[in-house]
């Protein structure tokens, strides 16, 4: 087996280092021959090398659809960038019930809510329902966690009253960044105040969304953050490692 | 200059108003004149800083920190090895972030670095004594984004404030959020040994109006309260339709500026309402830097933004650190020009 060149990773899909991608877009022009040489051109000017329309339908009145290959002759450095954060090697279900009483001997508490004006609730549900996601249970379903879901809308400070009053090990919160600076108070003004109340030492804050990056975390104040793809097993491994380490180094 | 101005402060926060407002370019400009002045500097990062593009809109580029050789740094243990710089390891610290594991360095050589140390203002504080005790003159701690709590005065002695016109598309209103962040920060101090009435814990986090007004109906002689921990805007502002309502004056005692949370209003419009806001450890802003660009957006005139802050604003010195006029200017591309200046 050919090795992977870790200082020069680029996407991959029938031979090692073959650079092809599949894209789709849609362009607003009407279906058509011209259209199609859009689409070429338009990837040419991505930068990707032997573009291909593998397929093109009409979507609507003026409005086209494509999927595309194209070959990306970009490389990243992967090897520049591990070390860089957690690696983490997520526990099952199960393993984590077993780390939780071996390290913890308590119930850990979760306090949950999507903050401010974001009315999306699926990520929250997702990570703290039972029913969960992708055929995982959410944190409700186990037997190590006690968990509080607010909901969506909910103020920072309601948040955090109830993260004190149950006292909560962790918060988790769900917000949908964009580029208005709106989200991004929303997220910071949360850390500020659990710092107000002199609570930032026992909590752990972790963030969720669909931008939320572990770079974009770390500015923010969390000590950890979520993207798309995180299964609830993801964050509970995460609570109680993080949990565990605390207990330990506080002596 | 911004060296000489806050010169007095060992431990020093920089704090952005919102992203983008400048805050590392004040940082950068600030670690230049302290090489230039032979001072050891210490620099921590609440949020990361002197990464190539900015973490929100990629589209924006950021400034880079230069250091000096000597200089003492904490960051994760992946960019100090990232930076390439050679570099002595002082100490290991526990604290973790999303980015690894937090280490305290002197560096041996020059070089660009990407800062990211602790986020918990406690441990901002540690990393920063550990710093001073190491050797550094003078720590710089920068903010991110728009957070605060690193300039409690249990972390920094001193301040400095970056805004611009990233806040606003008027400019008018830039000038009005700056001015209402500064009269926060510039809380005046509580009188010592006034009778104050100390709110129960949470209450101001989580009550209505209606258990508002009956604290204030139980307790008809009380003017001062005192507030443990974070003041939201909604408990000001059901507090102040209540003040104002009743024709009472309250005031509201906190620990430091960082534990307020204002709205769009600022403390010269709550005292209006009848609650005034008072501080038992005020915050030394020592100056003010201004960034007239919006990325991607809106730029106003430098000169016609400082002005109009400082006519807001009285007894803070104001500088736009890339602009002519500021007096550490010494060539007006100061910031690209580094072939000709040997370290």
Known sequence: MREVDLTAVRPYADHLGDGLVQMSFTLPVP??????KAALELAGRMGFEEPEV?????????????????????SVDFEALQGEGFDIEYMSEDEIERFAEEHLHRKVVVVGASTGSDTHSVGIDAMLNLKGYHGHHGLEGYRSFETHNLGSQVPNSVLLAKAIEVGADAILVSQTVTQQNLHVHNLTELVEMVEAEG???DMILACGGPRVSNELAKELGYDAGFSKGTEPQHLATFIVRELAARVASSG | MLSELTAPYRRLALVGLAKNTGKTVALATLLRELESEGRRVGVTSVGRDGEEHDVIDARIEKPSIQLSGGSLVATTDGLLRASGIPHELLEQTDVRTPLGRVLIARLRGPGAIEVAGPSAAEQVRTVSDAMLAHGAE?????????????SSPDVADGLVISTGAVLDTEIAEVVQMTSNAVEL???????EGAEALALNPRFPLTAEGEQIAELLDANPDARRLLVAGALPDRFL??????????RREIVLVVADPTKVFLGKRGPFWFAHQGVRLEAVHPIELAAITVNPVAPRSHTFDSRELRELLGQAIADVPIFDVLHPDYPGMRQPAARSASASDPA
């Open chain 1, 54 to 74: 593998v397929h093109y339908e009409q979507l609507t009145d003026g409005y086209t659809y494509f999927v595309m290959y194209g070959r990306c002759v970009q």
């Open chain 2, 237 to 246: 502002r059901a507090l102040a339709h209540l003040t104002h309502c009743r």
């Open chain 2, 138 to 150: 003078q720590v710089l701690i920068d903010g991110a984004i728009d957070r605060r709590a690193a």
């Open chain 2, 185 to 191: 920060v510039r809380l005046p101090r509580a009188k």
């Open chain 1, 199 to 201: 609570r930032r030492g």
């Open chain 1, 31 to 36: 279906y058509s021959l011209a259209a199609r």
